[in-house]
């Protein structure tokens, strides 16, 4: 996989819950034209945890079948157990992907013996190569330096990290039995352009399905060495974020996704819609910053 960019894709939904398939598609190429490296299925910001079985496998498919080949595709299967995953993972398993991904069980915490255990059982059901995802505040299990380490020795087809956990890559990174083809992708958004000088070149985070333009700019001003430019970029990416999260993080999220052209909600079903008033902003928003 090579450096650059990872949008987590926003998954646009009807009123029924199923997938907005043109809506989806549209993004997709709008990432990858972007210049996007890989692209995530999924994610968290992708309501993988709140979609129908049903929408997940057509999530998945819709997915492979739009990128065709031209960048590689991690697919969400997060559960709660090794068997619910391997269930997801089984109605997948004939796709064309780089990856599943999956965060340690989210239900209540688990111990490193148990965060363990679940890794090694869940890639153990598939053909495919296994992500972790180091979601924390989510799941209230920290993957820690040890545990990827003690996973490097006990799972081959264990292919990397997604982290916002600086100080664990910079280990990694330095740490010489480290596979060099062991795949680190930062989600520390705020800190990216530090992290980039360590080597750590891979960025993975929701906001960037909503921020393709500023994306394209930031990546483009750290490989020509503008670390100005990529500071200017990556500000206004933070900025909308922060506008997000003072305004209701997930109908402004989908607010932004149907202004950019995506049709959808793009928000769980329990959510309220996004305030009166508010769209304007959120508008004036992203024209400020050069997306619309």
């Not at 939904?13 to 907005?20: A, F, P, Q, V, W």
């Not at 129908?52 to 079948?65: F, L, N, P, Q, Y």
Request: contains cysteine.
């Amino acid at each position: 996989m090579k450096s650059g960019f990872v949008p987590a894709l926003g998954t646009p939904l009807d009123e029924s819950g199923n997938l907005c398939v043109e809506s989806y598609k549209k993004q997709i190429e709008d990432q990858i034209r972007a210049g996007a490296s890989a692209v995530l299925c999924m994610g968290s910001m992708g309501q993988q945890a709140f979609l129908t079985s049903h929408t997940c496998v057509e999530t998945a498919r819709t997915a492979v079948d739009a990128v065709a080949g031209r960048v590689p595709v991690f697919v969400g299967a997060m559960d709660c157990s090794i068997r619910r995953a391997r269930e997801r993972m089984d109605a997948l398993e004939d796709l064309n992907i780089a990856a599943f991904v999956f965060t340690a069980p989210y239900y209540q915490s688990a111990n490193r013996i148990e965060i363990v255990s679940y890794f090694k059982g869940v890639a153990a059901s598939t053909r495919h190569d296994i992500m972790l995802y180091d979601l924390p505040g989510v799941t209230q299990s920290k993957i820690t330096y040890d545990i990827v380490l003690e996973l490097l020795r006990n799972i081959p087809n264990l292919a990397g990290i997604k982290s916002a956990d600086i100080q664990m890559f910079r280990k990694l990174k330095l740490n010489p039995d480290v596979p060099k083809d062991f795949v680190m992708v930062y989600s520390g958004l705020d800190t990216f352009d530090i992290a980039y000088k360590w080597g750590i070149d891979k960025c993975l985070d929701g906001m960037l399905s909503c921020t393709p333009k500023n994306t394209s700019r930031l990546f483009t001003a750290l490989a020509d060495g503008n670390d100005a430019e990529a500071a200017a970029a990556l500000n206004n990416i933070i900025e909308l974020r922060d506008f997000f999260v003072a305004h209701d993080l997930w109908p402004s999220f989908s607010t932004a996704m149907n202004l950019l052209g995506y049709a959808g909600n793009f928000s769980p079903d329990y959510i309220l819609p996004l305030k009166e008033g508010y769209e304007a902003e959120i508008r004036n928003e992203l024209e400020k910053l050069g997306e619309l």
